[in-house]
């Protein structure tokens, strides 16, 4: 069993930055790729990035692309997402998960998830 904690979100103004993290918790976090996932109101979850547990591969969506990073600490189990340059189309829940490493680091969909966390709302006003 895998735990992810998220925090970090919140309310923030078009053109502002945001930083979210993820903490992990299990027996088996090394056999996990991390990824974040967002869910604006009525559209389908979709994929932001992921990064491989040992942290040396990443993939982030072209969607988001030169304004979003993930990375991960693995002292603190905690994987990060760095929002720059934030508009109101990146409005939604975020949420962390986590996933067999066999699956790769490439564009997910959410049937491919192992694990999620609960989600933190970022609201970025116009």
């Known amino acids: 069993q895998v735990q992810l904690v998220e925090s970090g979100g919140g309310l923030v103004q078009a053109g502002e930055s945001l930083r979210l993290s993820c903490a992990a918790s299990?027996?088996?976090?090394?056999?996990?790729?991390m990824g974040w996932f967002r869910q604006a109101p009525g559209k389908e979850r979709e994929f932001v990035a992921a990064?491989?547990?040992?942290?040396?591969?990443?993939y982030v969506a072209e969607s988001v692309k030169g304004r979003f990073t993930i990375s991960r600490d693995n002292a603190k189990h905690t994987v990060y997402l760095q929002m720059n340059s934030l508009n109101p189309e990146d409005t939604a829940v975020y949420y962390c998960s986590a996933y067999s490493q066999v699956t790769g680091i490439s564009e997910l969909i959410p049937s491919q998830v192992d694990y999620w966390g609960k989600g933190t709302l970022v609201t970025v006003s116009s």
């Open positions: 299990g027996r088996t976090l090394s056999s996990y790729a």
């Open positions: 990064i491989r547990w040992s942290g040396d591969t990443t």
